[in-house]
C-alpha cells in the first residue's frame, strides 16, 4: 500500500472525520487555526473546508492558497453551494454528509491532482527537450558554417592546385615540343638543311593531314612529330651526309639506314608523341607502290602520317638547294606528283596536294629559308 494522502479538514463533523481516518492521514483544525494549519502543513492533497472556514480564508492574507490547492466545501444548501464556488472550491458536497459520495468525491479529487502533477512533470520535461534540441540546433548550425569555410576554403585549394598542375602540364607539354623540334632540327643541320625546312614539312603536314580527314588531335601529333622524320641522320657519317655529289651505291645503303636509325632511337618511348615520331622517322622513305625502304610497306600498309610526311618532305627537298643539286622549279615539282601518283606517293593525298597548292606555296613563302 502506497503512502497515506494528507488531508486538512475544517469542518464541525467528527463522524466524518472517524470514517475517513482509516484511509487517509488527516491534519484536523478549525477557523481560528486555519492559516496557522495551512502554513505547518503545506501542500495536502486535498483541503476539506466548511462554507465558515473557505470564507475565513477568502478574507486572509492567505486566500491564494484556494486556488492554488483543491478545497473540497461542505455546505448547508444550494444559495452556499454557488458562494463556495464563487470562493474558489473546486467540488462542493451538501449536508448531510453521504459518507459514500463524499469518498468517491475525494479520490476524483486527489485522482485529478495526480494527472495535474503528471501534466506538469510531463510538460517541464517537455520543456528541457525543446532546450537541448535549441542547444543542439544552435550546435549544428555553428557546425555547418564551419563546414561551409572549410569546403570553400578546400574548393579554393584545390582549384589553386588544378590551375598549377594545368601551368605545370602545359610546360612540360611545350618542353616535350620544344625537344622534339630542336632534335628534328638537328638531324636536319647534320645534313647541312635549315631548320626552315623542318618548319615547312611540319606545315605541310598539318594541311594535309587536315585534307585527308584525320581529327584535329591527330593532326597536332603528326605536325609535332614529322620534323623527327631524319633525326636518324645524327648516326650517318659527314663524308656520306654532305658529300657534294651523287652517292655511290655503297654509300647510298649505308644512307639508307638512318630510317632504321631514327626508329630504333625513338621506338622505346609509350610516348605517343615519341611512337609517332618513331613511326615518321621509320616510314617516311616508304612508297605507295612498294618499291621504298626499309620495310617496302605497300599501299595503306604504310601508316598514313608516314605517307603524308613522305609527300611533304619530298616536296620541299625538291623545291630547295641541296649541297648536291640546285632547286627545282615549281612546273617540274607539280610534273613529278602527277607523275608518281599511285607510284611514290598515296594518289589520294597527291589529289590533296594538287588541290592545296596555294597553301603550300603559301607556307613556303611564309617559312622561306632566304
Ligand atoms: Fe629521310
Ligand atoms: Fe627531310
Redesign the pocket.
Known amino acids: 500500500m502506497g503512502k497515506k494522502e494528507n488531508l486538512l479538514i475544517s469542518i464541525d463533523n467528527i463522524e466524518v472525520t472517524k470514517e475517513l481516518e482509516s484511509d487517509y492521514n488527516l491534519i484536523i483544525t478549525n477557523r481560528d487555526n486555519l492559516i496557522k494549519s495551512l502554513e505547518d502543513h503545506k501542500n495536502p492533497s486535498l483541503i476539506i473546508l466548511s462554507k465558515e472556514s473557505i470564507k475565513t480564508l477568502s478574507n486572509s492574507h492567505k486566500k491564494d492558497l484556494i486556488e492554488q490547492n483543491s478545497v473540497l466545501a461542505v455546505v448547508d444548501n444550494d444559495k452556499d453551494v454557488a458562494i463556495a464556488i464563487v470562493l474558489g472550491a473546486v467540488e462542493v458536497i451538501k449536508s448531510p454528509i453521504n459518507i459514500v459520495e463524499l469518498q468517491h468525491r475525494i479520490r476524483s479529487l486527489l485522482q485529478l491532482r495526480q494527472i495535474r502533477k503528471e501534466f506538469k512533470r510531463t510538460n517541464k520535461k517537455l520543456e528541457s527537450i525543446t532546450k537541448i534540441g535549441d542547444r543542439q540546433q544552435e550546435t549544428l548550425r555553428t557546425l555547418n558554417k564551419e563546414l561551409d569555410s572549410y569546403k570553400n576554403s578546400l574548393e579554393d585549394r584545390v582549384e589553386e592546385t588544378t590551375k598549377e598542375i594545368k601551368l605545370l602540364y602545359k610546360e612540360i607539354e611545350d618542353t616535350q615540343k620544344e625537344l622534339i623540334f630542336t632534335m628534328g632540327a638537328i638531324g636536319?643541320s647534320r645534313s647541312q638543311?635549315t631548320g626552315n625546312?623542318?618548319k615547312r614539312?611540319a606545315e605541310y603536314t598539318d594541311l594535309l593531314a587536315e585534307g585527308y580527314g584525320l581529327n584535329r588531335s591527330e593532326i597536332d601529333i603528326l605536325k609535332q612529330a614529322s620534323p623527327m622524320?631524319?633525326i636518324g641522320k645524327i648516326g650517318i657519317p659527314d663524308s656520306i651526309l654532305n658529300k657534294p655529289s651523287r652517292l655511290t651505291e655503297e654509300e647510298f645503303i649505308v644512307m639508307k639506314e638512318h630510317s632504321q636509325l631514327g626508329f630504333d632511337m625513338l621506338k622505346h618511348s609509350n610516348r605517343i608523341l615519341l611512337k609517332s615520331a618513331a613511326i615518321v622517322a621509320h616510314q617516311?622513305h616508304e612508297k605507295w607502290d612498294g618499291t621504298g625502304y626499309p620495310q617496302k610497306l605497300e599501299g595503306e600498309d604504310i601508316h598514313i602520317y608516314g605517307r603524308i610526311t613522305a609527300l611533304a618532305?619530298v616536296f620541299?627537298?625538291l623545291g630547295s638547294d641541296r649541297v648536291y643539286k640546285k632547286a627545282w622549279s615549281d612546273e617540274k615539282i607539280i610534273q613529278h606528283f602527277v607523275e608518281q601518283k599511285g607510284l611514290h606517293f598515296d594518289p589520294k593525298l597527291v589529289d590533296i596536294f594538287l588541290k592545296n597548292l596555294k597553301n603550300v606555296f603559301e607556307i613556303r613563302d611564309r617559312f622561306s629559308s632566304n
Open positions: 636536319e638543311e625546312h623542318v614539312v622524320h631524319d617516311h618532305d620541299d627537298a
